[in-house]
């Protein structure tokens, strides 16, 4: 049953579902009622040819899985990473002026999870702290949704790292903006690449990482460690070797598995993978652009992430950083390490948590949050109505300035 288990859970990896510095455009978007969620389709965003990707066409209706509030004022801008890959993004700022502080705002750059799109989780994110007094941005990194960047649908843990950097760029430049008080939220997969930025660039006053998965941990060593050796990884290098020489014979780079549609989820379907599959593959959170709601990330769409420790000087962020994570998460294990690394401190969670209010850590400016009977997923939107929104709030309210 455990090689069933893990067997499962690397194909999930595999579907991808688990895993900027001039503001050049500032498109107004369609203000109007939200639309409603979009059901799932059969339909598969095609890879655009690269001249193609050089000039972003962003849609101007409203595609979110999330209503527009009435709180906040909506765009769409581009800006640039340092490799010239034009990235998108959607812009929420309060329409309350008065929580500007000298005319100008606090301000975050959000992205995540692994596989998903700015019209998913992030971008409901975004907007929730903008209606709380911050313009955010919420972005589609490099090779997926409507950022540019060719061939489609990898992830590269330099690369992506650099989107949230550019973002800050943008962010930093911005006359509305305050450049002192620059925030980041990185979710799922995206944690793991806003810790390593903050490592990175002091700019980044603070830091979330919410239900995050260390991307080279779980690539190089499998769930929960389990594959930990140089025979694991040995097989993994063969085969992304082999995979490598036929998609360059091929003239084109292979993709892996999709995740499973609700009716071919079973008993023996892993929990967490049911969550996954519930949250991408229905109306709950499906998107046409979105890699883990279609077609999966390449197979070698990921394959440096095996040997690049993305949390390699974790140990040395001098500023703040909150790490949330759910009690049930299967993923939990990954903010445990993250927080041990930044802080040297062995973390001990009860094994019964009191389920009305959240478990907390502190060592330092370094803190673990824990949600509760929640799992990975349920940080994901808020139909769980878990996400700690006020407690980031007060992070980034209490740390940027």
Known sequence: MKSKILTAAFAVLAAGSLMACCPEKENNAAQGAAA??????????????????????LTTEWDKVFPLSEKVEHSKITFHNRYGIELAADLYMPKDTSLKVNGKFPALAVSGPFGAVKE?????????????????????????GESGGEPRRIASPDINTEDFLAAVDYLSVREDVDAEKIGIIGICGWGGMAINAAALDPRIKATVASTMYDMTRVSSNGYNDANDNKAARDQMRIAMAKQRTEDYKNGDYKSAPVLLDPDQLTDDTPQ??????????????????????????????????????????????????????????????FSEGAFEKMTGKKVKIPA?????????????????????GAVHTDLYDDRANVIPYDKMVDFFKTNLK
């Open 352 to 372: 019964k948590l009191d389920a009305s209010k959240n478990w907390s850590m502190t060592v330092g400016n370094k803190e673990l949050l824990i949600v509760p």
């Open 36 to 57: 409603p969620a979009a059901q799932p389709t059969q339909e598969a965003a095609q890879p655009a040819p690269e001249k193609d990707m050089n000039k972003l066409t």
């Open 272 to 333: 967490f993978a049911k969550d996954y599959t519930n949250f991408y593959k229905t109306p709950r959170g499906y998107h046409k652009r979105s890699v883990g709601s279609n077609e999966g990330w390449r197979i070698t769409g990921t394959q440096s992430f095996i040997n690049q420790p993305l949390l390699a000087y974790a140990h040395e962020i001098s500023n703040p950083v909150l790490l949330i994570h759910g009690e049930k998460a299967h993923s939990r294990y």
């Open 120 to 144: 998913q989780v992030s971008g409901l994110y975004a907007q929730r702290m903008a209606e709380r007094g911050f313009l955010t941005i919420a972005f589609d990194p490099s090779f997926t």
